[in-house]
């Protein structure tokens, strides 16, 4: 686990009130989820998205996508990760199979694992976990590019790092505090370590613990790249999210966001963390110096994917106990609209009045894009066989088999 370079949301608590932070807080975007969770209702895909296209995946034995699918478009094409080794890319307008990328291996140019790394449009480049927290980058024509580095480690476990690309020369680091360092932004290019920056807020490191401390570690499923739990001998919990999903993208604008911190944060190269929106989660707040207790219906984010017109984000309740529970949110900008929904009922397709969808990323461009497994497709034909007003672009499915590779629904 020490060798990988797993993403963690900083534990942290940044008051909405109190000082000068208060007229600034005032200013800024307000997200009312906390309201929004008290009066759930249905996610439909008209909330959400102003069209919705299928890609169904070519399926060969050579290009054949395992279990646990997650797709991403990038720039022309769509990227596939699956199972623990296995990274497509498939073409994003017709489906067909380009090519596989890079392998998982301990040899110099492999990697540890698909998950948890990144893609760049603006180079083209995916970056891959490596072992030792470095990382691997592959160029999308298939070839290694190199390994990087970061100039700055991260602190003992639990302290963690997260990274992420800013533009096409930058790439921006999440550290975590640790008992002797504040948790802090980094730019770096290449080995240049371009800014540092303390994040605005007083807070203390979890610090360094030992296996003496742990009764138990289970990695849960939280509508992102998962969450990691750890009990501890005297009682108390600890949540770490997985991956990188403290920083998302839309468009060219790069965000950033703490657990137990509801303000959102804008990171640039030319000025500091600007705070942009803030999460008002009213009753259902979990305040940093509560982190290890177990909170009853506490709000806890794990995922945010935006584009120019929604976010999209999701959301766990009652982390540490048997009630745990994860839901979609949407918060729409044109009117301020926030609905949530639980994440098993998916956003129900009232476009096209096809299967439920259930995105699971967002492209800088704006393009999201959700995972249909074949035999669902196929199962939904079956049912539907009298049906005669079905979408051209839904009707076009019906040459999927239940053997074949999953359908790609891209929506903007």
């Excluded at 990038?74 to 596989?100: A, E, M, P």
């Excluded at 690309?165 to 680091?173: E, N, S, T």
Aim: include cysteine; charged fraction near 25%; charge should be negative.
């Amino acid at each position: 686990m020490k060798n990988h370079v797993f993403a963690v949301m900083a534990c942290l608590f940044l008051a909405a009130c109190g000082g000068g932070g208060e007229t600034k807080v005032a200013k800024l975007e307000v997200i009312p989820l906390g309201a929004a969770f008290d009066n759930q209702t249905k996610l439909k895909t008209s909330d959400c998205f102003k069209k919705i296209r299928y890609v169904a995946l070519e399926t060969t034995d050579s290009c054949l996508v395992g279990q646990g699918a997650h797709a991403t478009v990038l720039n022309d094409w769509i990227v596939v990760i699956s199972g623990r080794d296995r990274c497509q890319l498939f073409d994003k307008k017709t489906g067909r199979f380009i090519r596989s990328i890079g392998h998982v291996g301990e040899d110099p140019e492999g990697y540890s694992n698909v998950r948890g790394g990144w893609q760049n449009p603006y180079t083209g480049k995916l970056s891959f976990p490596g072992w030792k927290n470095k990382i691997v980058v592959y160029g999308a024509d298939g070839k290694f590019d190199h390994i990087w580095a970061p100039s700055i480690p991260a602190g003992q476990f639990p302290a963690m790092a997260a990274f992420d690309y800013l533009d096409a020369d930058l790439i921006a680091g999440y550290y975590s505090a640790t008992d002797s360092l504040p948790a802090r932004i980094a730019l770096f290019r290449g080995d240049e370590i371009v800014r540092v920056e303390a994040l605005p807020a007083e807070q203390e490191g979890d610090g360094a613990i030992t296996p003496d401390d742990i009764a138990s570690i289970s990695v849960l499923k939280d509508g992102g790249d998962g969450m990691m739990i750890i009990k501890y001998k005297d009682n108390k919990s600890a949540a770490y999210s997985l991956g990188n999903s403290c920083f998302w993208h839309a468009g060219k604008d790069l965000y950033f966001r703490q657990s137990y911190n509801d303000t959102i944060y804008q990171v640039s190269v030319v000025k500091e963390l600007q705070p942009v929106r803030v999460l008002d989660l009213g009753v259902h707040g979990w305040p940093y110096n509560e982190r290890f207790e177990d909170k009853k219906d506490a709000i806890y984010p794990t995922k945010f994917m935006e584009n120019e017109d929604v976010i999209l984000f999701r959301f766990m309740t009652n982390v540490y106990n048997d009630k745990q529970k994860t839901y979609n949110a949407l918060y729409r900008k044109a009117d301020g609209t926030v609905k949530v929904c639980p994440l098993d009922d998916m956003i129900t397709d009232d476009t096209n009045s096809f299967l439920p969808l259930q995105p699971v990323s967002v492209s800088a461009s704006g393009e999201f894009a959700a995972i249909l497994p074949s035999e669902e497709v196929v199962a939904w034909f079956e049912d539907n066989a009298g049906k005669t007003d079905i979408p051209a672009e839904v009707a076009a499915l019906k040459k999927v088999g239940e053997e074949d590779n999953p359908v790609v629904a891209i929506m903007e």
